[in-house]
């Protein structure tokens, strides 16, 4: 088993910054390629960003290309998001997720293990 923790979430401003983190414990994740989702009130949970074990592959939603990033830190068994040029409509609660059975990132069956979530407000 996978407990997933997320901290870092608050109420920034647009255009503000904002680094997520998930923190692992009970197994390293090391062996999972991680993820993040998102889920604003009334949406249904999207994909945002994931990357692989080794770090060396990223994939993230269009909607956040170019102003989040994913990262980790398998010694700290600790996920990352840095989000950047924060908009009103990343308005959510982020989740990270590890990835247990193969196949596309995006696709949230795919991830068994998720953590409690973050909110996210951005204020315009």
């Known amino acids: 088993q996978v407990q997933l923790v997320e901290s870092g979430g608050g109420l920034v401003q647009a255009g503000a910054s904002l680094r997520l983190s998930c923190a692992a414990s009970g197994r390293t994740i090391s062996t999972y390629p991680m993820g993040w989702f998102r889920q604003a009130p009334g949406k249904e949970r999207e994909f945002v960003a994931a990357i692989n074990r080794a770090s060396y592959s990223t994939v993230y939603a269009d909607s956040v290309k170019g102003r989040f990033a994913i990262s980790r830190d398998n010694a700290k068994n600790t996920v990352y998001l840095q989000m950047n040029n924060l908009k009103r409509e990343d308005t959510a609660v982020y989740y990270c997720?590890?990835?247990?059975?193969?196949?596309?990132?995006?696709?949230?069956?795919?991830?068994?293990?998720w953590g409690q979530g973050t909110q996210v407000t951005v204020s315009s």
């Open positions: 997720a590890a990835q247990t059975s193969s196949g596309s990132y995006s696709y949230t069956p795919n991830y068994d293990y």
